[in-house]
């Protein structure tokens, strides 16, 4: 049934959330030297709640407007709360190991003492605007009103770093990014002359469920380990981008619209020389330049680009051998994965639904078993919810537990 299992999310993300409470009774100073990550402050803004919707709407216009229980929800809320949300730039590195500029946004409670922080990532941002740094509140961020400080990464690709082609579901170069923003953040507060706690919960969905596995595993890598995780909570998410392909070919469907960015992000960062016309056909080749731009948001690109994958994509795609250009891509995603050669030490708990045609099912299950035999620290939760359903009962338990609390 649908209740108890909301419920029992709830618990799982209160267990994890009220740790992170009682460690931000004494937060601990990271003990982080002279900036070497945090650059500056790109810009800060503070929103009150009644500012809330119209956030929400900008960027998720679809999936979120149509949820009126939502809406229902929120607006039960104390109207008087405020957050204060700050974009900062920093150091860290792109795939090929070089120095890049990036930024992401730090969003705070206003008038109250933080419970705790929470590295929240976003979840499939389509278009450059949208992106935190840029329109100060997110969905994300929306946590803030909860009195939570949340940490949310722009990655590279968008924000200041636009200039580049962003990385599409590379493990990790998003593990290594979006660290590298949390010793900013932590540097950024030691600037101003306050402590920033070691404990940290993570949390993502889609997209941004990849990116709570490639932080967790990323954290828990480094000697000595800067931060601890006090809970992750991966939900909807694609983790191993090979594996994803190739169900992806086999069901010759693809919910996400935006799949074929993959292939201009993997002929920019690994200097392919692809040929497109061996890749995609009409309209989409025709009109890959605009189409394939990242100034339409995802309902937009629904309007390109069907579910059915063989009308964007060449035939050769749907074989075996596929062709030179196809095969050349196919060698490079199978690099970006984080379900083998680790397991998680703090308490991970993954969040997917069997009927997900957008982040396949078994992809997440295979990882699970995987981190099973080597950790106790790993559960399951599942849902007969579509992608998109699961993804909005995923943010409404968060918001649910923060208000109950």
């Not at 190991?97 to 990036?102: C, F, Q, R, T, V």
């Not at 949310?152 to 593990?175: K, R």
């Not at 009308?311 to 891509?329: A, C, I, Q, R, S």
Request: proline fraction near 5%; charge should be negative; glycine fraction near 6%.
């Amino acid at each position: 049934m649908k209740k108890p299992r909301i419920l029992f999310l709830i618990c799982m993300v209160a267990i994890g959330l009220y740790s992170c409470d009682r460690i931000m009774e004494t937060p601990e100073d990271t003990n982080i030297p002279e900036p070497k990550y945090f650059k500056e402050v790109l810009r800060d803004s503070t929103f009150t709640l009644v500012q809330l919707k119209d956030a929400l709407l900008s960027v998720y216009p679809i999936d979120i407007g149509s949820n009126e229980n939502l809406f229902k929800f929120i607006d039960l809320l104390d109207s008087t709360r405020t957050v204060h949300s700050t974009a900062i730039s920093y150091m860290t590195k792109d795939p090929r190991g070089n120095d890049i500029l990036a930024s992401g946004l730090i969003v705070e409670p206003v008038g109250q003492r933080s419970k705790g922080v929470v590295h929240f990532f976003p979840s499939a941002k389509i278009d450059k605007s949208t992106i935190g740094s840029e329109i100060m509140l997110t969905f994300e961020g929306v946590l803030g009103f909860f009195g939570y400080t949340i940490i949310i990464p722009d990655l590279v690709g968008y924000g200041v770093s636009d200039h580049v082609e962003y990385p599409f579901l590379y493990s990790d170069n998003t593990g290594q990014v979006s660290y590298d923003l949390h010793l900013a953040a932590a540097e950024y507060f030691q600037s101003i002359g306050r402590t920033f706690p070691k404990k940290v919960t993570l949390a993502g969905y889609s997209m941004g469920g990849m990116g709570v596995v490639a932080l967790h595993r990323h954290i828990e890598q480094q000697i000595p380990q800067k931060f601890e995780i006090v809970h992750s909570y991966p939900g909807g998410g694609v983790y191993d981008l090979g594996r994803a392909v190739d169900f992806y070919k086999e069901h010759r469907r693809c919910e996400f619209a935006f799949l074929p960015y993959m292939f201009v992000s993997m002929n920019f960062w690994y200097d392919l020389n692809l040929d497109y016309s061996q890749i995609f056909i009409d309209p989409l080749l025709a009109n890959m330049d605009d189409w394939l731009s990242r100034k339409y948001l995802s309902h937009e690109m629904k309007e390109f680009l069907a579910p059915e994958m063989d009308t964007y994509m060449h035939p050769d795609f749907f074989t075996p051998e596929g062709n030179v250009h196809l095969n050349k891509v196919d060698s490079c995603l199978r690099l970006h994965s984080v379900l083998d050669g680790w397991a998680p030490k703090a308490p991970m708990t993954i969040v997917h639904s069997v009927n997900d045609a957008v982040a396949p099912f078994t992809i997440a299950e295979e990882m699970y078993n995987n981190f099973r035999k080597k950790s106790n620290r790993v559960t399951l939760m599942t849902s007969t919810e579509d992608h998109f359903s699961y993804g909005i009962e995923y943010f409404a338990s968060l918001l649910i537990y923060l208000t109950i609390k």
